[in-house]
């Protein structure tokens, strides 16, 4: 599973990194870290941490999911790990 986070859009609410701790995380006050190769076994937590996102900066890309099924899913949370930081 793929995720990306829109870090124009993240406000830093840390709703992701509370509820998704392994994916997730705050880096000082407003900063987000995050995976974006996240493992599947994190499926359910990041769809809940995307889904609690305020501003909807989070989207899951399944084209990981078994059967090759595609589906690009806006969801809701805040922003990046591999080396990524966002302001807001």
């Given at each position: 599973?793929?995720?990306?986070v ?18 997730f995380a705050?880096?000082?006050d407003?900063?987000l870290?995050?995976?974006p ?11 809940q941490?995307a ?7 989070i ?6 999911r078994?059967g090759?099924a595609?589906?690009r899913?806006?969801?809701a949370?805040?922003?990046g790990?591999g ?6």
């Amino acid at each position: 599973m793929r995720l990306v986070v829109d870090l124009n859009r993240c406000q830093g609410y840390a709703q992701c990194a509370f509820l998704a701790p392994d994916v997730f995380a705050m880096h000082g006050d407003e900063g987000l870290l995050y995976d974006p190769q996240a493992e599947e076994a994190q499926r359910e937590r990041v769809a809940q941490a995307a889904a609690a996102c305020p501003v909807q900066a989070i989207l899951v890309d399944d084209l990981d999911r078994p059967g090759g099924a595609s589906a690009r899913t806006p969801a809701a949370a805040t922003a990046g790990a591999g080396g990524e930081a966002s302001d807001g």
